[in-house]
């Protein structure tokens, strides 16, 4: 089992800047990719970003390219997505999830992830 906890989400200003963490426990760490997903009011989960075991590759949804940064430190079992030039339609309760498969094509899907966070949820204000 992996336990995933989120932090970071509150609420901002169109422009702004939020930094979010997923704290991971229960398993080692590096050996999950790591992804984060949001969900706003009324719509599906949608994928935003991957990141691969080790941190050198990412995948990011079209929406968040260029403003989204996803990264990880295995050493703090933590992985976190900087998230600037925010927008009122980036907001969305955020999830982090993890999963044990081998890197592919199908990373943004939410079946491919093993364990899911909580969510934390994320305000941006025009």
């Known amino acids: 089992q992996v336990q995933l906890v989120e932090s970071g989400g509150g609420l901002v200003q169109a422009g702004g800047s939020l930094r979010l963490s997923c704290a991971a426990s229960?398993?080692?760490?590096?050996?999950?990719?790591m992804g984060w997903f949001r969900q706003a009011p009324g719509k599906e989960r949608e994928f935003v970003t991957a990141?691969?075991?080790?941190?050198?590759?990412?995948r990011y949804a079209d929406s968040v390219k260029g403003r989204f940064t996803a990264s990880r430190d295995n050493a703090k079992n933590t992985a976190y997505l900087q998230m600037n030039s925010l927008k009122p339609d980036d907001t969305a309760v955020y999830y982090c999830a993890a999963a044990s498969k081998s890197w592919g094509t199908t990373t943004y899907r939410n079946d491919y992830y093993d364990y899911w966070g909580q969510g934390t949820q994320v305000t941006v204000s025009s």
């Open positions: 990141i691969s075991r080790g941190g050198g590759v990412t």
């Open positions: 229960g398993r080692t760490f590096s050996d999950y990719i």
